[in-house]
């Protein structure tokens, strides 16, 4: 089956721009989570869904970071007024069950978005 | 709060040499422990996990094991090969993941 796709690939704007990135979960994951990747490090936790509604938020930056899932499947990062330091990976991971329904729960990455503002 | 600290790199081995990456953590709890590995060109794959203490997770070789009195998840392999070339990150979950910097592994032949 096919597992969890982001487009862009790359995404190459221009410093004050607004720009989109999608996700495309596994069918059936209720649980969607962003990261964030930079040169040398690890990921970085954004943001979590369940279903449709953002669980846990706490790791957007600031308020130019926005995400949203509408229907609980793919879902949108938004970034506005994009800064050089936004420039990363982003990933996207699902899961079929969300953490807090206890258990181990294994997240499946997508490729990520390669983002880069000049 | 939750954090994972794993072992610098990079790593330079010959083939067949015995591998150890360290990893600890620090987690109120019972966290979950992972070993993720990312193939140049690849997304980020599930290796192994371990769930509870004492728990050893294997997968292609690899082992690790959950030790709760150091707080540790040291991943091993006895006999690495050219295609375990890859960079390798510890994680650990509770409500999300925490993942370590990651280590470069480069296996010659």
């Known amino acids: 089956g096919a597992g969890v796709s982001q487009t862009p690939s790359n995404k190459v704007t221009e410093k004050g721009k607004y720009v989109e990135l999608r996700c495309d979960p596994i069918s059936g994951h209720t649980a969607l989570y962003w990261y964030r990747q930079s040169l040398g490090q690890g990921p970085e936790f954004l943001i979590y869904?369940?279903?449709?509604?953002?669980?846990?938020d706490s790791g957007l930056p600031n308020d130019r970071f926005f995400a949203v899932r509408p229907e609980g499947s793919v879902s949108t990062l938004k970034i506005q007024r994009t800064e050089r330091g936004d420039s990363a990976v982003y990933l996207c991971?699902?899961?079929?069950?969300?953490?807090?329904?206890?258990?181990?729960?294994?997240?499946?990455f997508g490729p990520g978005t390669r983002l880069t503002v000049t | 709060g939750d954090s994972v600290t794993q072992m610098e790199g990079p790593v330079t081995l010959s083939e067949e040499a015995f591998l150890t990456i360290n990893c600890t953590y620090t987690a109120t709890g019972y966290p979950s422990l992972f070993w993720y590995v990312q193939y140049p060109g690849e997304g980020l794959q599930l290796l192994l996990k371990a769930t509870k203490a004492d728990d050893k997770g294997s997968n292609k070789g690899f082992e690790a094991t959950y030790r709760k009195e150091t707080t540790s998840f040291h991943l091993e392999k006895g006999s690495v090969q050219v295609s375990d070339s890859a960079v390798y990150f510890c994680?650990?979950?509770?409500?999300?993941?925490?993942f370590g910097t990651g280590t470069s592994l480069t296996v010659i032949p």
């Open positions: 869904f369940q279903g449709t509604g953002a669980a846990d």
């Open positions: 994680a650990l979950s509770r409500n999300q993941f925490y």
């Open positions: 991971a699902s899961s079929l069950t969300p953490p807090q329904a206890g258990g181990t729960y294994e997240q499946y």
